[in-house]
Each structure stands twice: as structure tokens, then as C-alpha cells.
């Protein structure tokens, strides 16, 4: 091992290993004692086994789901219009996605407040049209537009970059061929963007299933989900224990989920290199 890597791996140990290492002690113990009297224990997560807890995590997993279908849907379209641009312009659309990005995650959910609010934009425009005022905030709806407008960039950015990447001379070497434009992309451009694909699932879901700032703001405390159950017991309640064990389930649950979609993402190289 080389001198230079020392400074990262004395990062890692410290910003990653270190709070690990205190998430699980608190995870395992049941009080706040002295090190030499801690007291171990698997209570915290036998906890989680409540069928209160498992409606949660259900709730949190449906919405990440919803909204990970959703910003699929909504990002493959954009990434192939983007990738099919000249450079100049693609670039410049690139950096609609990213610039947004560039402001506080808060903000950014703060603003939809503004909008869908009774008093809001959206509101104020249907009003002047002759209709009443409609409930666009507290429910599923403002929960999944938050999650939908916050991560549809995690998804474009990673299918993008595979697209782009994807040799034109393929395309038209099929259509010499006689390939209508569907089986073109049923048969060439779809299952080279797979890796795409996967990485963009993956870093949507991640981050929905865990949330807790979009719920808190745009269901108006009304929707506990797994982030906010988790942030529940380490400010409100202070429970650490519990929330670190909370922590530990998600983090294996997330490990899980990303093992699933790399094999996933395996299997589907493996076929195309075989054909």
C-alpha cells in the first residue's frame, strides 16, 4: 500500500468505519452504561417485529417503488432524446438537470410547498379558470411528486451515460437489415442500456426508501415512513438504541436490494455475451 492512499484510508476509518462501528454498539446494547458494563442484547431489533413497525416499512417500500417505476418511466424517454442531441446541445440540457441539483434538497421541497399549497401557484391559477381550490398537499400524491421531482435526475444521468456511449453504427446496420425502429430498440438500444438502467434504479430507490424530509414536508407529518421513524428515535424520542437497530435493518435491507440488481445486471451481460 502506497503513502498516498494513508489520508483516505484515515477518512474511511473515521467518517465511515467509526459511526458503523457506534450504529451497531448502540444497535446491540440496551443501556447507556460504561463500555466494560455494556449490556448486550438483540431487543432492540426483536422491537422492529411489531406488526406497527412492518406497516412502516411497507408504506416506505411501496412509495420508493412507486416512485422509482415513475422516474423510469419519465427518464428513459428523456435520456434517449438527450443522448440523441448534437453535443453542444446535449450539453446544455444535461445542465438543466444538474443545476437544480446545486440547491439545498430542503429548498428545493420546501418550494413544492409553494406551489401545491391552497394558497399556491397551481391553486390560484385553477380559481382564475372558475374551480375551487383542490388538496394537492398531505397526501400520496405530494409525497410521490416530491420523491419523482427530487431523484429523476439519479435517473437520467445514469442512462444517459450509457446511451450516449452506444455506437450509432449499430442502429444502422440493423435498419440496413430491414429492423423497423421498434425492434432496433427492442433489440439493440434496450439491452445495451440495462446497466443503465440498473444504476438508475439503484440510486433512486436508495434514497426514497429512506427519506424522511419529503414526507415530513409534503404530507404534513401525517405519512411515517422508515426515515422518519428512524429520525423519530434519535431526536424526539431519544431512543438510540432503537434507531440504530432501525438503521442496521435498512442498511441490510439497501445492501440487499443492491445485491438483487447487481446479479440482476450480471445475469443480463452474461446472456448478451453469449448471443
Known amino acids: 500500500m502506497k503513502w498516498t492512499s494513508y489520508p483516505y484510508l484515515l477518512w474511511i476509518i473515521i467518517f465511515i468505519l467509526v459511526p458503523l462501528v457506534l450504529v451497531l454498539l448502540y444497535a446491540i446494547t440496551a443501556t447507556e452504561e460504561h463500555i466494560s458494563n455494556l449490556e448486550f442484547t438483540l431487543d432492540n431489533f426483536n422491537r422492529f417485529l411489531d406488526p406497527k413497525y412492518f406497516d412502516v416499512l411497507w408504506v416506505s417500500v411501496k412509495l420508493a417503488l412507486q416512485s422509482t417505476v415513475m422516474t423510469l418511466i419519465l427518464g428513459y424517454p428523456i435520456a434517449i432524446l438527450i443522448a440523441k442531441e448534437k453535443p453542444s446541445k446535449r450539453n446544455i440540457l444535461i445542465s438543466l438537470f444538474i443545476i437544480p441539483m446545486w440547491m439545498n434538497f430542503l429548498l428545493r421541497t420546501y418550494a413544492w410547498l409553494t406551489l401545491l399549497g391552497k394558497n399556491g401557484i397551481i391553486n390560484f391559477i ?125 442498511m441490510i435491507f439497501i445492501l440487499l436490494t443492491m445485491a438483487i440488481t447487481a446479479k440482476f445486471d450480471t445475469q443480463k451481460k452474461g446472456s448478451r455475451g453469449l448471443w
Open 126 to 250: 385553477i380559481s382564475q379558470l372558475g374551480f375551487g381550490p383542490l388538496d394537492l398537499l398531505y397526501n400520496d400524491g405530494a409525497v410521490l411528486l416530491g420523491m419523482v421531482y427530487n431523484f429523476l435526475p439519479f435517473m437520467i444521468l445514469p442512462i444517459y451515460s450509457v446511451l450516449v456511449k452506444i455506437d450509432n453504427s449499430l442502429m444502422e446496420s440493423a435498419e440496413d437489415l430491414g429492423a423497423n425502429k421498434f425492434q432496433v430498440f427492442t433489440k439493440i438500444t434496450l439491452p445495451l442500456s440495462i446497466p443503465g438502467i440498473i444504476t438508475g434504479i439503484t440510486m433512486v430507490f436508495m434514497p426514497a426508501v429512506s427519506t424522511f424530509v419529503i414526507s415530513r414536508l409534503l404530507g404534513g407529518g401525517q405519512y411515517m415512513l422508515i426515515g422518519n421513524l428512524v429520525e423519530q428515535q434519535f431526536l424526539w424520542v431519544g431512543d438510540w438504541h432503537f434507531g440504530s437497530a432501525i438503521s442496521i435493518i435498512m
